[in-house]
């Protein structure tokens, strides 16, 4: 088993960026092409679903921990049965984590809300300095 890996998952691909804006279409990108053909459709809902939480996420690093001062960030894509797990990984923040908050203002703080919506669940996880943000996705199937 690989450290931080679900024991019934499987990991498909890993991908290292840097912590600039440039690199979160990327992210999207790497998503996509993992993903297309073999375990999702080009057209696919969840594929879509999967893209903007993927986005949210790597943004959110960038703009709100170390990556996004010199850093870096992955994204992993694993698989599971019926099941799909996108984690991206942040060179931290000492001092918050990531929080739905209650009532958004604005334009900033919903995008947390948005990932609840999407994804079947999801949460973050220390691993030293550096922040874990994953989601999870039922496929519907026995064969994500």
Not at 8 to 28: F, M
Not at 42 to 67: K, Q, W
Not at 88 to 99: E, F, I, S
């Amino acid at each position: 088993m690989t450290p931080g890996i679900p024991l019934d998952l499987e990991l498909l691909a890993v991908l290292t960026l840097p912590g600039v804006e440039r690199s979160v279409p990327y992210a999207r990108y790497f998503l996509r092409d993992t993903l297309v053909p073999a375990r999702l459709a080009p057209g696919d809902e969840l594929l879509d679903d999967m893209a903007l939480v993927v986005d949210e996420f790597a943004g959110n690093g960038i703009r709100h921990t170390a990556s996004g001062r010199g850093g870096k960030l992955s994204i992993a894509l694993l698989a599971g049965s019926g099941l799909l797990r996108a984690e991206v990984t942040d060179d931290g923040n000492a001092r918050t984590r990531p929080r739905l908050r209650e009532a958004p203002e604005g334009e900033s703080g919903r995008g947390l809300h948005i990932v609840d919506a999407l994804a079947s669940r999801w949460g973050h996880h220390s691993d030293g300095a550096r922040t874990v943000v994953w989601a999870e996705f039922e496929t519907g199937s026995g064969r994500a």
